[in-house]
Every structure is written in structure tokens, then in C-alpha cells.
């Protein structure tokens, strides 16, 4: 067990909805990391959030948003769902945005688009 | 930019037999590197990483790997498989002094053990 929370497990939901997934960092984690993991693309990178605030983006969608609330859980929403964003999503949080963070992933969230 | 490579998608093995687990990696700076895990149904989890110095790390279940800087690789072994190592296997960098840690990783090695 890394210490982070992701929910839901599993969520199925039709082309064209809007989802939300969670994610609880480690306890005095700071830094949140989103990476999504799907058969076409392998694992990317999505979007980092350090306290609060955006530090760095990678492949996200436009249909894609994230952020990171005061008590440092975040969420990323999808939006105008495809049935290419069936895929596992992942959580990973870290102390510090710069120098080598260790990250630490969560157990996934499993999007399926119908 | 960086990117890493895994030419192997697969790899047979059987128990008790040792593995290498191939990962070259291209960059423009010097890097970090790693080795993660991915059982069935479960998260990322570190296995070993390479930060600097002694160019042969050890990490969890009796793995190890060797940063080659010349050949751009690292690859992973083990003497000694078990049917417990069945999983995925990542190689990935993170980019020495840059602005953010987002891991930039290999397309994954499926380590699949034999009885």
C-alpha cells in the first residue's frame, strides 16, 4: 500500500459524459502527478500539481482538467467523453516540485467509454 | 526531449532461470533512471533507480540493473526468477535539473514466468 487513494476503482460511463476522478496524496505530499495509462499510448504523463498550484503539463487533452484543492487532494475532469479515453488512470504524489521527487502511485482508475 | 525504449514487449521465461529485461534510453541531458512494477491489477511500484555513482544498483526481490552511459542503457536482471515475478515491467527517466519529476516512460516488458 503507497499511502495514495484513488476513486473510484472502476468507472463505465457513455461517449460524450463527463467524469471525475480523486486522488488523496501520502500524507504531507505535496505534489500531485496524473498519468494515464491506455494500449495505444503506453503510460503519459498528464499533469502536475504542486500545492495547489499547476507546475508542469504534459499530453492532456483540451477535453482535460485538473486541479489540487487546499487540502491537497486533486482531481482530474474529463469531459466530452471518446471512446479512445478508456484507460487507466493513475495518481502519484511526491514531498517537492524540483530536485528528485520520488513518487509514489496510487492503485488506478479504470475508465471504460462506451 | 527524452524517450526510452524497451525493445521487448514480451519475455518467456522459466522459473528459477535468470532474466535481463532490456531498457536504452535517448537524451540530450543526463538523467535519472528507474525501474518499476506493475502486478495484475495493481499500481506502479519503484523497483531500483539510478541516481549516480556506483553505475550497478540494487533494489526490492533480488533485482538489480546497470546504468551503461555510453550504450545509453539500463538494464534489468535478476539470477533467479520465481512465478511471484510475473508482472509489467517499466524503465523510465526523469531529466537532471529540470523544472518538474514527470517520468517519461518505456512502452513496458511483460515478464512472464513459467512453471
Known amino acids: 500500500d503507497s499511502g495514495v487513494t484513488q476513486t473510484p476503482k472502476h468507472l463505465i460511463t457513455a461517449t460524450g459524459q463527463r467524469v471525475t476522478l480523486r486522488c488523496s496524496p501520502r500524507s504531507g505530499d505535496l505534489s500531485v502527478y496524473w498519468y494515464q495509462q491506455s494500449l495505444d499510448q503506453g503510460l503519459q504523463f498528464l499533469i502536475q500539481?504542486?500545492?495547489?498550484?499547476?507546475?508542469a503539463k504534459g499530453n492532456i487533452l483540451e477535453r482535460f482538467s485538473a486541479q489540487q484543492f487546499p487540502d491537497l487532494h486533486s482531481e482530474l475532469n474529463l469531459s466530452s467523453l471518446e471512446l479512445g479515453d478508456s484507460a487507466l488512470y493513475f495518481c502519484?504524489?511526491?514531498?517537492?516540485?524540483?530536485?528528485?521527487?520520488?513518487?509514489?502511485f496510487g492503485p488506478g482508475t479504470r475508465l471504460t467509454v462506451t | 526531449a527524452q524517450s526510452v525504449t524497451q525493445l521487448d514487449s514480451q519475455v518467456p521465461v522459466f522459473e528459477e532461470a535468470p532474466v535481463e529485461l532490456r531498457c536504452n534510453y535517448s537524451s540530450s541531458v543526463s538523467v535519472y533512471l528507474f525501474w518499476y512494477v506493475q502486478y495484475p491489477n495493481q499500481g506502479l511500484q519503484l523497483l531500483l533507480k539510478y541516481l549516480s555513482g556506483s553505475t550497478l544498483v540494487k533494489g526490492i526481490n533480488g533485482f538489480e540493473a546497470e546504468f551503461n552511459k555510453s550504450q545509453t542503457s539500463f538494464h534489468l536482471r535478476k539470477p533467479s526468477v520465481h512465478i511471484s515475478d510475473t508482472a509489467e515491467y517499466f524503465c523510465?527517466?526523469?531529466?537532471?535539473?529540470?523544472?518538474?519529476?514527470?517520468?517519461?516512460f518505456g512502452t513496458g516488458t511483460l515478464l512472464a514466468v513459467q512453471p
Open positions: 502519484a504524489s511526491g514531498k517537492q516540485t524540483a530536485g528528485l521527487d520520488e513518487q509514489y
Open positions: 500539481y504542486y500545492n495547489g498550484e499547476e507546475r
Open positions: 523510465a527517466v526523469i531529466p537532471k535539473w529540470g523544472a518538474t519529476n514527470k517520468l517519461i
